[in-house]
DNA sequence: CAACACAATATTGTATACAATAGTGTTTTC
DNA sequence: GAAAACACTATTGTATACAATATTGTGTTG
């Protein structure tokens, strides 16, 4: 079996818990290093990270809340496979929440700020020279996060979070393959918005970037891929 | 002590899971039963419901992560204080999430959609002619969320949620009483928005709704309340 | 040989035992 | 007698043991 986790086993300088456990699988599903699906046994996790199933759980649970992985009764914890109604909703919240929130962080931003929103660019296109996809999605999530944080509301920023893993997720799922994933330069375009403080431009921008990746996915044909094998199998 | 809590003890017929004493908690903070700041002790709630410390840690964390309850390294679990900012915060997505959620459900309402929300409304009048104020806020809290699923966005329905539940903490702490909490007839009036399936109105009676409880919470004298001892009595 | 019933196995759900930590009370020392 | 060091207690954090459940494999029966 492929090895997918990055945490080494019993670092002991590091006191390793349920949160530190939470963050590397929820890094794992962000890079798509996890597939949406996939069973993860308790047993298997603990033996991996060096702790007992207690703490295992408990980082299971964590990530159910936050709708990345599902937990069956009595059946186990799985990364969650958002339906296509579901990946429907999430962009839709995202076009709700977003804009209004990159308008707040135009209007705010420090010069300090922009510095760390331009690191992060320059990280996501290092990632995607070297043909690390999924590390470049992830810093492009991150990203949102960062204008969210800017914004200074610390409640929608946590919604915002939460939908950004899920959409990482989505993309696992619905992303049509024909269309590249070079959203940088809606971000370079972004970023300029935010340093002029210019919260009208800030707001367009950010609403056709979602709507641009709304309709990026493929909303036909994976639908009936695997949802379940029931489905799939029955004419 | 007061007793605080409605679960019987081991009712045999049912089964007493972490879910339900999530929700038995959460119901006791809505109706204002447990105070904002209380101790919830592990021992305490095992003992109570009959169960081990193991699920009593399950329903804990759950309510953590809805923000509902603190949890405090080695220290324990407290039902959370909102600060003011949180307050704040948490009013200001109400406002940004609902006038829209409720354009959508005058929008999609149907007729048993309109029959529950009233049937609603009549029990919220009840426990309010009974003088249970914790009913009846726990009541109108729940007319939002059912607002939230006629629209029928789960995803933000989830969101409002959970703005919801804080919303029932930070009035607990901020709510001043001069003003009585009347807003039965903002709930009146929305109602017969939807059913008239009046988008327009049923988006500004929602906004003015909100702003109104926003206005009505003290948001001067309680700020320096008790949040901390060391803040409290620092000069 | 197909279909059902039953047993074996593996995994999750729960309880309990032990370890670690914070808070409190007591004793010692100056 | 005040302050600091220590020990004690109570509570949380973690591991492990046991119980319950679902799945899979095997055998029986028509």
Redesign the interface.
């Known amino acids: 079996m492929q090895k997918v986790f990055d945490a080494k086993p019993k670092r002991s300088s590091q006191t390793v818990n349920a949160d530190t456990i939470t963050a590397a699988l929820s890094m794992a599903v962000h890079e798509h290093r996890i597939a949406p699906g996939s069973k993860l046994a308790e047993g298997e996790l603990a033996e991996i990270y060096g702790v007992s199933r207690?703490v295992i759980?408990?980082a299971l649970?964590?990530l159910a809340?936050?709708q990345l992985v599902e937990i069956k009764k009595n059946r186990g914890a799985f990364v969650a496979q958002p339906t296509l109604i579901?990946a429907h909703?999430?962009f839709?919240?995202r076009e709700?929440?977003e804009p209004?929130t990159a308008r707040s962080a135009a209007r705010l931003s420090r010069p300090d700020d922009i510095d760390r929103l331009k690191r992060h660019i320059e990280n996501e296109h290092l990632a995607m020279d070297a043909g690390d996809q999924g590390l470049a999605l992830s810093l492009s999530g991150q990203f949102h996060i960062e204008i969210a944080r800017i914004a200074g509301?610390?409640?929608?920023q946590a919604?915002i979070e939460t939908?950004i893993a899920r959409s990482s997720l989505i993309i696992a799922i619905y992303w049509r393959r024909e269309s590249a994933l070079c959203e940088s330069h809606a971000h370079d375009a972004l970023i300029r918005a935010i340093e002029q403080n210019d919260c009208q431009q800030a707001e367009e921008l950010m609403h056709s970037h979602l709507v641009d990746l709304h309709s990026a996915l493929d909303l036909r044909e994976k639908a009936n891929v695997a949802r379940s094998l029931r489905e799939a199998l029955i004419p």
């Open positions: 207690t759980r408990s649970q964590a809340h936050a579901e909703e999430v839709e919240a709700l929440l209004r509301q610390a409640t929608i919604f939908l």
